[in-house]
């Protein structure tokens, strides 16, 4: 079923409000914030008198005018909320303006003096490394010897991967806007993706109870992990400088300060060894994986762990030794990006996957196929927990066929003989992607549901809208579990004082986790007016043969499965129950259920189960200018049984694209100082219309039920964006065609124009 | 003299006076005054540099015929006196308003159907652009479609439903409700543009002037020689919206029709300052078709319909695109001032970084592009990190004239490879006189490695210049013996 999203016509009248769009009262401020341009270096003095001396400037916060904790560290506290004596990353908060118009806080900035004594500065991973900033301890997943393997493999190839960082460009740049109530309240619009932290960091920083603040999300323009932590920041800097003004404050970042300011996708320097038989049966894989978490922890553990937990993708890897590490540099602390690790530890297996392909002179599909897991056997992931219900072996055949991948692998190497300087290449890649939050405690949701006497459902869960359309999914769950109408449904916004305590809507888990809550929510309530409609029953037949198991709820109507003439329709039955006074509203609750992972042994059941994808891509590249073109993808793709085929079918594309973007032209560049040279779209390039697949195609696989979640659905949100090593594989592939695949070509991720170029340049030479 | 800036929004007249919105400035653009305006929220800022979209709105103004000409616009860019006389178009005035729910514009229902909005923001700027398609193209091409949505990021959906509701709404041949108002909006905006007396605005510290004719432009120029002269102000903007600079003074010539001409010799063609790139692309695609292929790639469309090519070469930046080629055409520069005319060599008026030979009374009026006799080749390549919308990294631009496979003359300019556009004179001098084959150009290739020395920055590594500059002469060269 195709519901278009719930506030579509809304997007497109331009009438959906944003935090920037809210109307507020005249007192309204705008808040800025103050910055450090350092990487490194301890504050000597901060002098703000001019500033304050600005006409229309109301209060500048420093330190030490925090009445709570200067803290907003999500997960350890090493975050301060303004920087106090030393900072540690450009972009670092240091000093908050609030003022009545754009043109007065930009003066009043510009009179912020802060003295500095530069220090030294970590600004890559090597020196990190070297330095030892390691958080916490390396970790460790093993399953077998793998050293023991790979010293007796017939063939071992041995390497290291870069992949690069990834701004979120949400469209919707960090905003929150604070409007102080009586006495100590705070009430705070946000553009986060976990309003639960978002009221706990300002609860924190105002020295106030989470009773006295209320987070409230509508809508965020954009999130993709960027607003998981980060949306806090705002958050906390606008209730400060509400809490110190009265008046309500808004934040809304300048686009370009949002790229410095906040943390991106994580880089990650990784090197392997992998042990495989003439076959390119994988025999022993040996990973270390080196993460650049920034200035703090942030999330930067958690992210390690599901990229270690992606380690070997779809592939049964008998021997397997995994290790990770998160290193503190001084840039801004690297935070959620979709996929969450997951994309960086995947890239590595499949580069090193490729590269076996190469060097046994076979199809890297091949090689995929012979090393997928099983679903008899082989089907052990290397901590421990059983891969089921895989489809990959179906997938493959299914897309080998519809790609014609061995046609078009033939044609393509006869074009590639035919031009010197356009090369074509292909590449087919899986994905494997485990569904939960791998800090299990953190797979619960709650829901509220309200029935009102006109028939009408007002829904409130603990997800967040970022675009995704979690809550059109909802609204359809919510009427499907009622049986009535879309049209009778509405989700509210989400609201802490609705739905307390909730996880962060990520880790694709928002439809799973909060489906079910809404639907125990629903059965509480069905189960009351079942009741009420038994007796009703029961009082228009004067007979008692109408049972509260068999009452249905479909089409607006509660019937008798057994006595198919006894109806009523919702409407009424909820007037009566009002009447009978009965309780129409209930909350609900859900925790995933038999999820462990104990993450010092590196073994457990960290997933609910897993989902899966598969695509092919073929570019084109002119190897005279190292511009690409992306001529074909085919996608299939596991939602389960899609919860909305439209809606999926768009995370499907948007992710994948997202990933393009990620493999190719978004490159974040930074100066021997630490300043981001990529800080505005001017430079750092998302995708364009212009750089999706000439020919699209995607296919929504047909007949997969899940068991066990909601109405047999698969999460969506961040599988797909891996599919996108499709596309940096066959850029792979055709560089490779210009050594007629002799030579295993120089390659990163993003594979950009200048990695193309030089690396074909380097086999043009070595061919001659 | 006119003290206010007028146009048409909701289909009234709307009257800007400084005097009394101390809020607003001249330079204020168009994106902010929506913002501050209670009912026109819909617009958003991505960026505030032109290259998300998010801030379209149409523009409508009088065309030639009698008819309203629709053109898409970034409006972060645009200050508010470069809509006098214009009718403004955004998201809120598309739907129409029914009895209980809106009854949406064909580009927003079939966007709604086809699942082209997830999170929204981009949104109200994407329905902008399929809106400026609809007025301009009935059942457009792909090309046409991707063309109209290359200056709208989106960093969800993937782009591909949004393409599929531009070809299923774009099929009405223009007609919808602003159809049936458009004789009442063209005598609004008729009624505004009847007055020619030169607009000058002041609030604080800045004025603004705004003349309607070429008289009055130079008038002004040499009356203020210090007032920083606008024109599509797709480069000046930014030191506003960006730089965060005040601009104490402007000289604004978008309203100046003199400039806007086209004019066609058997000798050469004349390019008015004040055409829009986007014009003079549509002007060169039968007559300079190198020119045009390079036009094609340039910004997005909302841009090229602000950019002038008066302010391409006025800005003298290195990576301005129009610059190699008009280098490789062998273009002059016709600038004016209240004392007379001169023509320039484009080579001859490029002096340095973003500098230009232009006299503190002058104005460009033209850009004379000489016509290239039938047997002589050119070529053109831009290289940048992304397709589209993107700046060059390097463009080189090339001219060859071959007798009997001998290379009489050519010109090899290249942008991005130094301070300013800049010929590679000797790889040229090594090419002229000899056979135009393979193995010379392979040697010319190493002379040209050796000409340049490029920076490296954000777009890229000087290693990376180098290598393409040479590898565009190959690209020349085979294009030259391939068709
Ligand atoms: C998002 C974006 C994408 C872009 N993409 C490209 C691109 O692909 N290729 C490219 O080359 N450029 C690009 N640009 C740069 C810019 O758009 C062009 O240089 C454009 O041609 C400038 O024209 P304008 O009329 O807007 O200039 P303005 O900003 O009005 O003026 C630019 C300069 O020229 C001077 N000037 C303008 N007209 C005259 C005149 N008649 N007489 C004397 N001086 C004059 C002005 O004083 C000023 O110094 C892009 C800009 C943006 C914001
Ligand atoms: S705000 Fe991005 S183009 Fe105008």
Not at chain 1, 198 to 225: D, H, S, W
Not at chain 1, 471 to 496: D, M, P, S
Not at chain 2, 30 to 40: A, D, K, Q
Not at chain 2, 449 to 474: H, W
Request: glycine share 8%; with cysteine.
């Amino acid at each position: 079923m195709n519901l278009p999203h719930d506030s579509a016509i809304k997007h497109v009248t331009g009438e959906s409000v944003y935090i920037n769009d809210i109307p507020a009262d005249e007192r309204l401020l705008l808040g800025k914030v103050v910055y450090s341009p350092h990487a490194h270096a301890r504050i000597l003095r901060i002098d703000y008198e001019e500033a304050l001396k600005v006409k229309g400037v109301h209060a500048i916060l420093t330190a030490r005018d925090i009445p709570g904790e200067n803290q907003m560290g999500p997960v350890i506290h090493d975050e301060p909320c303004l920087a106090e004596e030393e900072v540690t990353f450009i972009g670092q908060a240091v000093a908050l303006i609030a003022a009545e118009n754009e043109d007065a806080a930009q003066q009043a900035a510009s009179f912020v003096k802060v003295e500095y004594q530069p220090l030294e500065a970590i600004l890559d991973l090597e020196t990190a490394m070297e330095k030892n900033t390691r958080i916490e301890v390396e970790r460790k997943i093993e399953r077998g010897d793998a050293d023991a393997v790979l010293s007796h493999a017939p063939h071992v190839i041995r390497g290291k991967l870069r992949t690069g960082a990834q701004e979120h460009w949400y469209l919707e740049t960090q905003s929150a806007l604070a409007v102080s109530g009586e006495g100590r309240e705070m009430m705070i619009h946000a553009s986060s993706q976990n309003p639960a932290e978002t009221q706990a960091v300002v609860a924190e920083v105002l020295g106030i109870p989470k009773n006295e603040v209320e987070v409230e999300v509508r809508r965020m323009g954009g999130g993709f992990g960027g607003k998981e932590t980060q949306g806090n920041h705002v958050a906390a800097w606008a209730a400060l400088l509400a809490n110190a003004t009265k008046c309500p404050v808004k934040i809304h970042l300048f686009r370009d300060d949002d790229q410095v300011m906040t943390g991106k996708r994580h880089r990650f320097l990784s090197k392997y060894e992998i042990g495989f038989d003439d076959n390119g049966l994988i025999l022993a894989y040996k990973v270390e994986l080196n993460a650049d978490a920034g200035a703090a922890a942030d999330l930067s553990l958690a992210i390690l762990s599901r990229a270690m937990l992606h380690a070997e993708n779809a592939y049964y890897i008998p021997d397997i030794l995994i290790r990770g590490n998160a290193w503190k540099t001084n840039h801004p602390s690297n935070t959620a990006f979709r996929g969450f690790g997951g994309p960086q530890g995947m890239a590595v297996i499949e580069n090193a996957i490729d590269r076996i392909a190469r060097f046994l002179k076979k199809d890297a599909a091949e090689i995929r196929l012979l090393n997928f897991y099983r679903n008899d056997h082989n089907n052990l992931a290397p901590y421990g927990q059983e891969v089921k219900n895989n489809h990959l072996h179906m997938m493959y055949d299914k897309l080998i066929g519809s790609s014609e991948y061995f046609k078009r692998r033939e044609e393509i190497v006869r074009f590639n003989r035919e031009h010197e300087f356009y090369k074509k290449g292909l590449a087919l890649t899986p994905v494997k992607f485990g569904i939960s939050f791998t800090t299990a405690f953190l797979n619960q949701a709650g829901a509220l549901v309200n029935l009102y006497t006109d028939g009408t459902v007002l829904v409130n869960h603990g997800g967040t809208e970022m675009g995704q359309g979690l809550h059109t999914k909802i609204l359809r769950i919510a009427a499907a579990e009622l049986g009535v109408g879309t049209g009778q449904v509405r989700v509210n916004a989400t609201n802490t004082s609705k739905v307390p305590n909730t996880s962060a809507t990520a880790a694709s888990s928002g439809s799973d986790l909060n489906g079910m809550a809404v639907k125990n929510a629903i059965d509480i309530l069905k189960s009351r007016l079942a009741e009420v409609s038994v007796a009703e029953f029961k009082k228009k037949t004067k007979d008692d043969r109408s049972r509260k198991e068999n009452i249905l709820f479909h089409n607006n109507v509660v019937s008798d499965k057994e006595n198919p003439d006894r109806t009523i329709a919702f409407p009424d039955l909820l007037k009566i129950a009002y009447l009978k006074q009965v309780s129409l509203s209930s909350t609900g609750f859900y925790k995933t259920p038999g999820i462990s992972f104990d993450k010092e042994k590196g073994q457990g059941t960290p997933f609910y189960y897993y989902a899966f994808g598969m695509a092919v891509s073929e570019v084109v590249i002119d190897t005279l200018t190292g511009m690409h073109r992306l001529l074909r993808t085919d996608i299939v793709h596991d939602v389960g049984d899609s919860l909305n085929e439209g809606i999926d079918r768009g995370q499907v594309e948007g992710g994948f694209i997202q990933g393009v973007g990620w493999c190719t032209t978004e490159e974040m560049k930074w100066d021997s100082t630490g300043h981001q040279i990529t800080h505005s779209p001017d430079t750092y390039k998302i995708p364009t219309v212009n750089d999706i697949p000439a020919d699209f195609r995607v296919e929504i696989l047909k007949d997969v039920p899940n068991p066990g979640t909601i109405r047999q659905s698969k999460a969506v949100g961040e599988p797909p964006f891996m599919l996108s090593f499709s596309v940096w594989l066959a850029i792979k592939d055709a560089i490779s065609a210009v050594g007629n695949h002799e030579t295993e070509p120089d390659f990163t991720l993003p594979a950009t124009y200048e990695v193309i170029l030089l690396s074909s340049e380097k086999l043009k030479k070595r061919i001659g | 003299m006119q003290k206010t800036v007028r146009f048409v929004l909701d289909d009234r007249i709307v009257e800007v006076d400084f005097a009394r919105f101390p809020e607003l400035k001249p330079t204020t653009t168009v994106l902010n005054y929506l913002r501050s305006l209670p009912f026109h929220k819909g617009v958003k800022e991505g960026c505030a540099e032109g290259d998300c979209g998010a801030c379209t709105v149409v523009v409508a103004e009088p065309g030639e015929n009698g008819r309203l000409v629709y053109k898409v616009i970034d409006s972060c860019l645009v200050f508010l006196p470069m809509i006098h006389g214009k009718q403004l178009i955004t998201v809120e005035n598309i739907a129409l308003t029914g009895k209980k729910d809106k009854i949406l514009h064909p580009v927003q229902q079939v966007l709604v159907e086809t699942n082209g909005t997830q999170c929204g923001y981009c949104t109200p700027g994407i329905v902008m652009s399929l809106f400026g398609l609809y007025k301009n193209h009935s059942s457009p091409s792909l090309e046409i479609i991707e063309d109209a949505l290359t200056g709208n990021l989106c960093r969800c959906t993937g782009y591909r439903p949004i393409v599929e509701a531009a070809a299923t709404a774009c099929t009405g041949n223009g007609k919808d409700h602003f159809s049936e108002k458009e004789k009442e909006i063209l005598s609004m905006l008729n009624s505004i543009l009847s007055g020619k007396e030169t607009m000058e605005l002041k609030q604080g510290k800045q004025r603004y002037f705004k003349p309607f004719t070429l008289a009055e432009a130079l008038r002004l120029r040499k009356q203020h020689p210090h007032a920083l002269v606008i024109s599509g102000s797709t480069d000046v903007a930014l030191q506003q919206t960006k730089k965060r600079e005040f601009l104490p003074e402007i000289l604004d010539i978008s309203g100046v029709e003199e400039l806007k001409l086209f004019r066609e010799t058997g000798t050469e063609y004349g390019f008015g300052a004040g055409l829009s790139i986007e014009q003079v692309k549509l002007l060169s695609e039968s007559r300079i078709p190198v020119l045009h292929k390079i036009l094609k790639i340039f910004g997005s469309l909302q841009i090229r319909n602000l950019a002038t090519i008066g302010g391409n070469v006025g800005s003298a930046s290195p990576i301005g695109d129009t610059l190699p080629v008009l280098f490789a055409l062998g273009a002059s520069v016709m600038v004016s001032s209240e004392s007379g005319e001169r023509m320039v060599k484009i080579e001859d008026f490029i002096t340095g970084y973003r500098k230009t030979g232009l006299h503190k009374d002058e104005l460009i009026t033209e850009i004379t592009v000489p016509k290239c006799q039938e047997k002589i080749k050119t070529g053109a390549y831009k290289v940048s990190k992304r397709k589209d919308l993107d700046i060059s990294t390097v463009l080189g631009a090339f001219r060859l004239n071959l007798k009997d496979g001998v290379v009489t003359e050519i010109v090899i300019a290249y942008g991005g490879m130094a301070a300013m556009t800049k010929r590679a004179m000797k790889t040229e001098q090594f090419l002229t006189g000899k056979e135009w084959s393979r193995e010379i150009v392979v040697l010319a290739m190493e002379i040209l490695a050796g000409e340049f020395s490029p920076i490296s920055d954000a777009r890229a590594e000087a290693e990376f210049r180098k290598t393409v500059s040479a590898n565009l002469l190959l690209k020349f060269y085979l294009e030259t013996t391939h068709s």
